[in-house]
């Protein structure tokens, strides 16, 4: 069984999140989730982070805070993730592979379908 690690970014923004939306053909297409990547050896965390983030939505990271680790078991693999709250970037975000991205009042995201590892995250915004 394949472990991936993952860094993901909790984008904040006058009290709404950043989600974006899984492609159809990845693992859990169609789910929204935050935005993030794999890390890839060497790279710390933060590293991956800052290179996904900009991959994925065009915009650079200037600080991004420690939030929750989760390690979740799927079927089919395992994931390590690690969230970290960004507050602090410069750029528009954009869906830069063309998926479809939100800004959600933090409330709200108890209307959108996440990823089972994600869930914790989730739950974890709507108590703040």
Do not use: C
Request: charged share 30%; net charge negative; hydrophobic share 40%.
């Amino acid at each position: 069984m394949s472990h991936i690690q993952v860094a993901a970014a909790i984008i904040l923004q006058d009290d709404k999140v950043l989600i974006a939306q899984r492609p159809a053909d990845k693992h859990k297409g169609g789910y929204w989730e935050f935005p993030g990547g794999k890390i890839d050896p060497p790279e710390s965390p933060v590293e991956a982070l800052r290179r996904e983030i900009f991959e994925e939505l065009n915009i650079h990271i200037k600080s991004a805070d420690p939030f929750t680790e989760i390690n979740f078991e799927y079927p089919e693999k395992k994931v390590s993730l690690k969230f970290f709250v960004v507050e602090n970037f410069s750029g528009t975000p954009q869906g830069m592979e063309g998926q479809p991205i939100k800004w959600v009042p933090r409330l709200e995201l108890v209307d959108y379908r996440f990823p089972e590892a994600n869930q914790p995250v989730v739950d974890k915004l709507l108590k703040e």
